[in-house]
């Protein structure tokens, strides 16, 4: 683990291997552990950057609102300490918001862009609303949000078959401080609307999508792609694909890795 600094705030990341540079960006409650079992396999042939995301893992937080321009500008921040000019971004829902932030403040950077579990959309209004939920009830019981909000990611189907995967999620989630929990929230409900970058932009693209997921719908979800050259992977589970799908995941990502 090594760290750099942004806005006198302490960002923790990992570099391992070498060849073309592959960034992966974790989702809300995680960090960048939940890679551990893609390192090895993406790193044989390629250098693999993980970040923690403000306030998440072994990074600080920056403020109130921990909003997706500023996480990009942190990653920003490691890649100019590793010199790297162009990578190929994997973001998991949060962090697919945060390598969309990234791909329009730093174009010439992507050199292709993987949205797991993830959207280019912004908020509807009913979403904004269950945010502000998410914020009255995390501050009212810390380990109950988190526990329920980490059990409803995976589809209903995995949750007595991984149940220990889920209690290590949980025992990582729980170590998210509340005032990142709640900066994080307030900063996906503000985000702005990207689904221009998945039809105007000419990198390889791809969204990998839970048909189960309880958080995206999927229908809903894949109607952003249409018309695009953004190429769809669906998967028959739920919202954390690295974990219900992961050695078919590996596979998908090493081959559009090969791609580039």
């Known amino acids: 683990m090594k760290t750099t600094q942004f806005k006198n705030t302490s960002i ?11 960034v992966l960006l974790h989702g809300f409650l995680e960090n960048q552990v939940m890679w551990e079992h893609y390192i090895a396999p993406f790193s044989k042939k390629n250098r693999v950057i993980t970040i923690d995301l403000l306030g998440h893992g072994a990074t600080e937080c920056l403020g109130y609102v921990h909003s997706m321009e500023d996480n990009a500008d942190a990653v920003h921040a490691v890649l100019s300490e590793l010199r790297i ?3 190929i971004f ?8 945060v390598a969309l932030a990234f791909a329009e403040l730093y174009p010439d ?8 579990n993830s959207t280019a959309n912004a908020d509807s209004e009913e979403r904004k609303i269950n945010r502000d939920r998410a914020i009255k009830a995390v501050k009212q019981s810390y380990v109950g949000f988190v526990s329920l909000a980490i059990g409803n990611l995976f589809s209903e189907n995995n949750r007595e078959r991984l149940r220990i995967e889920i209690e290590n999620v949980k025992t990582a989630a729980l170590k998210t401080p509340l005032q990142a929990i709640v900066a994080s929230l307030e900063g996906m409900k503000i985000r702005v609307d990207r689904e221009v970058l998945l039809h105007q932009t000419t990198y390889p693209k791809m969204l990998i999508l839970g048909e189960k997921d309880p958080v995206l719908n999927y229908q809903e979800t894949k109607k952003q792609i249409i018309n695009t050259n953004v190429e769809l992977v669906t ?11 992961q050695e078919a995941l590996t596979t998908v990502l090493l081959d559009f890795f090969k791609k580039i």
């Open 90 to 97: 994997v973001g998991h829902s949060m962090g697919g918001y």
């Open 109 to 116: 950077f992507i050199k292709g862009l993987v949205l797991l």
């Open 85 to 87: 000019r162009k990578a």
């Open 12 to 22: 923790a990341y990992t570099d391992t291997g070498k060849g073309t540079a592959i």
């Open 235 to 245: 998967f028959p589970d739920g919202h954390m694909s690295h974990i219900e799908n």
